[in-house]
């Protein structure tokens, strides 16, 4: 699978960004997607992860503000980020993992296997 993250861009705080990572390839609804968020000396870190089967998972720091969702049939996740902050300025990529149904959800980058070249947020006080 391919992956492509757009949807980036400048915002004030307070603002929203929506993120897509959309797919090519087979079997999309077949793999559990990840958002990592990666700043200027910093580790990449996760940010929000969703299982094939719609079990999701948020960072601390994404609770409450993002929220993550899928469309199998546009082969598309989503990044719903609101009342974002300084500190949420990254290089945000997708990452997919195929997983089985009554699998884990993966939340480390190391499991995943496929990336996506990233898109940049910035978010300016």
């Known amino acids: 699978v391919q992956l492509q993250a757009f949807g980036g861009g400048l915002v004030q705080a307070g603002g929203s960004l929506r993120l897509s990572c959309a797919a090519s390839?087979?079997?999309?609804?077949?793999?559990?997607i990840g958002w990592f968020r990666q700043a200027p000396g910093k580790e990449r870190e996760v940010v929000a992860a969703?299982?094939?089967?719609?079990?999701?998972y948020y960072a601390d720091s994404a609770k409450g503000r993002f929220t993550i969702s899928r469309d199998n049939d546009k082969k598309t996740v989503y990044l719903q980020m609101n009342s974002l902050k300084p500190e949420d300025a990254a290089v945000y990529s997708c990452?997919?993992?195929?997983?089985?149904?009554?699998?884990?959800?993966?939340?480390?980058?190391?499991?995943?296997?496929?990336w996506g070249q990233g898109t940049q947020v910035t978010v300016s006080s």
């Open positions: 969703i299982h094939r089967g719609g079990a999701t």
């Open positions: 390839g087979h079997s999309f609804s077949r793999y559990a």
């Open positions: 990452a997919a993992k195929a997983v089985i149904l009554s699998g884990p959800l993966p939340t480390r980058a190391d499991e995943y296997v496929y």
